[in-house]
Antibody, heavy 125, light 109 residues
Framework: EVQLVESGGGLVQPGGSLRLSCAASGFTFSTYAMSWVRQAPGKGLEWVSAISASGGSTYYADAVKGRFTSSRDNSKNTLYLVMHSLRAEDTAIYYC??????????????????WGQGTLVTVSS | QSALTQPPSASGSPGQSVTISCTGTSSDVGGYNYVSWYQQHPGKAPKLMIYEVIQRPSGVPDRFSGSKSGNTASLTVSGLQAEDEATYYCGSFGGSANLVFGGGTKLTV
């Protein structure tokens, strides 16, 4: 069974930093691209970042480009999102998600299929 | 402003069918067959219901179906059941390495 468990969320002041983790199990982590998707309280879904299976390629939404960095440790089956210069508008539940198929290419790498339960990040003074 | 446009709400009685639309542009919905639909119950993570416009993941009832015409994709739920009451989001590959979502449609049964 695919399991994704996020951690690292919490309250941080504007301008601060935070590192989220996503522990994966139940599948061969190193063969699947992963994504981060966030959801502000009471709002819709917003794609944040995607990372290739090897970790060699990363992609970001314009809203977080230059401030957020996605990485992965395939030996530890763990995905990370490091967030700097946090703003109030970054307040959201952050979900990690696995794509549907192994060794995806092109648009198929942008189909989050399995989602964790999310971790809440609150940016406030 | 969400990149894809969905109606904020939809409703139907048990046993009826309802269709939810998702309108984008030729740069996303109209340009690629990578439209997905997600079901989200309150306090829960989203669940993939349809991918690549018409495909259903294993375990999703065949009451759920997807389609696309031009820049508009649609999700149809047939034989509505009480447990189908949820918010539904569409998503589409937007080219240039990005994924765009709709604002969500709250389905009331």
């Amino acid at each position: 069974e695919v399991q994704l468990v996020e951690s690292g969320g919490g309250l941080v002041q504007p301008g601060g930093s935070l590192r989220l983790s996503c522990a994966a199990s139940g599948f061969t982590f190193s063969t699947y691209a992963m994504s981060w998707v966030r959801q502000a309280p009471g709002k819709g879904l917003e794609w944040v970042s995607a990372i290739s299976a090897s970790g060699g390629s990363t992609y970001y939404a314009d809203a977080v480009k230059g401030r957020f960095t996605s990485s992965r440790d395939n030996s530890k089956n763990t995905l990370y999102l490091v967030m700097h210069s946090l703003r109030a508008e970054d307040t959201a539940i952050y979900y990690c998600a696995r794509v549907l198929g192994e060794y995806c290419s092109g648009g198929s790498c942008y189909v989050p299929a399995y989602w964790g339960q999310g971790t809440l990040v609150t940016v406030s003074s | 402003q969400s990149a894809l446009t969905q109606p904020p709400s939809a409703s139907g009685s048990p046993g009826q069918s309802v269709t939810i639309s998702c309108t984008g542009t030729s740069s996303d919905v109209g340009g690629y067959n990578y439209v997905s639909w997600y079901q989200q119950h309150p306090g829960k993570a989203p669940k993939l219901m349809i991918y690549e416009v018409i495909q259903r993941p294993s375990g999703v009832p065949d009451r759920f179906s997807g389609s696309k015409s031009g820049n508009t994709a649609s999700l149809t739920v047939s034989g509505l059941q009480a447990e189908d009451e949820a918010t539904y989001y569409c998503g589409s590959f937007g080219g240039s390495a990005n994924l765009v979502f709709g604002g969500g449609t709250k389905l009331t049964v």
